[in-house]
């Protein structure tokens, strides 16, 4: 799939990248083919490399669905910041729905991977109105229980250079920072910032049907069932073999996340 150029908006006054795929084959789609996807990437990732190179945009544009991916706030294409107090959760959640807004979009199913899972679950709780079916990725248990990557993890991205880290964690996140050209200034930012776990009473006020999917050697997101226990609607699957990377473009977490899909109730 060819991308020529993102497309921008102001998100309360932030520049904010993405992209808006048509579905192939449209014609003669039933209403709930219709509903668009909105994808949000994990934390120094960015659009292409969480959705476009794993094929999900391809997968989902094949299945009759319109797919819209952007890259959050200090990450990819998009603005960079350099206060923590820019990447509350609450904040980020916010770009996804001002994203919908600006292109018309009333009510879509949403997808988040690692931290753009805990962003996902935040415009869930805050928008639910304009989320059918939520899908949490590479986040489990420790949505609640956790507050996200280590707090080492900043510290990591303002090291001189990956061989000055020897935590196999912080040599994780700055290898991946580094692969993905990051703004490593921005991301320690962003750790600092986005650091928040959801309460109990929090994610059991999320009541869309939500499918949470994690490798089920993956170290980082927690236990998916564990998660789906505390939520109205939610079920759970386990991708065996893949850990927190590897998991990202399996084929039975697409196989499954198209189930879920086709499981939802039309678009009203």
Partial sequence: MKVLGMLEFLSDGVRIAYLDFPPEGAAGQTDRHKTPVLLIHGFASNH????????????????????????????????????????????????????????????????GYSMGGRIAAHLALAAPEKIRGLI??????????????PSGVAEAMEASSLEDLTDPKQRMFRAFADSTRSDRRALAACIRGSRRAMTVEEI?????????????????????LALAALMRDARALVIPGRDHNRAVGDKLFKEGVLAFLESLQPAV
């Fill in 48 to 111: 292409g490399v969480n959705w476009l190179f794993p094929q999900w945009v391809k997968t989902l544009t094949q299945a009759g669905r319109r797919v819209i991916v952007f890259d959050n706030r200090g990450h990819g294409r998009s603005e960079k910041l350099y206060e923590p107090e820019a990447y509350r959760p609450q904040t980020m959640a916010g770009d996804a729905a001002r994203l919908l807004d600006h292109l018309g979009i009333a009510r879509a199913d949403v997808m």
């Fill in 136 to 149: 949490l990725a590479g986040i489990g248990i420790h949505l609640i229980d956790d507050d996200g990557p």
């Fill in 204 to 224: 059991g006020a999320v009541a869309q049907p939500t499918l949470i999917c994690v490798g089920s050697e993956d170290d980082i997101a927690g236990d998916p």
